[in-house]
């Protein structure tokens, strides 16, 4: 389990970077998933109990933090304070001369010059990004009536059997079918075709507990019921195309709008045990291929992926955790990739 003195170390680190906030309003930028929304939701809601509120932007498909698009967005928003919560660890600045949290559990891509960072990499188990944002908000705010937000992030994440406390709590207080169902519920948007999750962090920064989530006495709940029908059956017309096989991975390629391409790959895994399976979406955003990996074979994907990167790869390419990475290729890096995978013209895309 993870040490008391590890939580209390990172709870110091944000509590003193809370008090090095300017005047200005703060901001929480988050991932779009239920570990990220709910991370989100945390940090704006003990904040705000703290006496900064903040606003939150969620980043969705195609979007991050470091970007020039990202910069210029923050640039013309007075900022007090950023906390950036699941969305990675690299190098550089999400924005210069601002005081900057980073929150997250993936493996990092290098490392900051000026940030506080508060990651779970490395812990075994790990922590989720919704975990380390509960423990956070623990540090400037009373929180407990919170953790049934941590919670979703932690059953998000696929980290439910980890043995945290704080996961074990939430089963008493809620209940776990409770909690699995509004998981469900809150990725259900960012995998539809528009991959709008504001209605999902809407009723997360509102909703006193899951059942709320789950009861409809929200419109929020209406749209989110009405994406997790548009995927399924996105899912169900991508679960009859077949794998192909070249060597040791096995790829399944879709053509969808909908963000399926992470459960093909995790269906599939438990199918093809031996193999590294990718699932690649080329219909998910215009230009570009996605994919996602998974495998049972215990091999490193981030360094599979690093080794294998075409030229081109960029910060989309090759992030997340050793066993559930994937990423993002323009068509030319894309067909280079495959090649090198040993596969021929079935699984080149057109440029």
Not at 15 to 37: I, N, S, T
Not at 78 to 88: E, F, K, Q, S
Not at 302 to 322: S, T, V
Request: net charge negative; aromatic share 6%; charged share 20%.
């Amino acid at each position: 389990m993870i040490p008391e003195h590890w939580v209390a170390e990172r709870q110091g680190a944000f509590r003193q970077a809370f008090g090095g906030f300017g005047p200005d309003p703060l901001r929480v930028l988050g991932h779009h998933d239920a570990d990220g929304l709910s991370a989100t939701a945390l940090f704006v809601r003990a904040l705000g109990r703290a006496g900064r509120p903040a606003q939150p932007r969620i980043l969705g498909r195609g979007e991050n933090p470091w970007s020039a698009e990202m910069a210029a967005e923050l640039r013309g928003q007075p900022t007090g304070g950023l906390v950036v919560a699941d969305l990675g660890i690299r190098a550089g600045a999400v924005r210069p001369d601002t005081p900057t949290v980073l929150v997250d559990h993936h493996v990092p891509a290098g490392v900051p010059e000026a940030a506080t960072v508060i990651s779970g990499h490395g812990l075994d188990p790990t922590p989720t990004s919704s975990l380390l944002a509960y423990w956070c908000a623990g540090a400037v705010a009373p929180a407990d009536d919170l953790l049934w937000l941590a919670a979703l992030g932690i059953i998000g994440d696929l980290e439910e059997k980890s043995g945290f406390a704080e996961m074990a709590e939430a089963r008493s207080r809620y209940g776990v079918t409770v909690l699995r169902d509004a998981v469900s519920l809150l990725n259900a948007p960012r995998r539809a075709a528009s991959g709008d999750a504001t209605p999902a962090l809407a009723l997360l920064l509102k909703a006193e507990g899951p059942r709320e989530i789950l009861s409809g006495e929200h419109p929020e709940t209406a749209l989110l019921l009405a994406a997790k029908e548009e995927v399924k059956q996105a899912m169900e017309e991508a679960r009859r195309l077949p794998p192909r096989i070249a060597g040791e991975v096995a790829i399944i390629r879709i053509h969808s709008p909908c963000q399926i391409h992470p459960l093909i790959a995790q269906a599939w895994k438990g199918r093809l045990k031996d193999k590294i399976v990718i699932a690649a979406n080329t219909g998910y955003r215009p230009g570009w291929v996605h994919f996602a990996a998974r495998s049972g074979t215990g091999v490193d994907l981030i360094e599979f992926l690093r080794e294998r990167a075409p030229a081109g790869a960029d910060e989309n390419y090759g992030n997340g955790h050793a066993q559930a990475t994937g990423g993002a290729l323009r068509a030319e890096g894309w067909n280079s990739f495959v090649s090198g995978l040993g596969y021929g013209a079935e699984m080149q895309v057109a440029a």
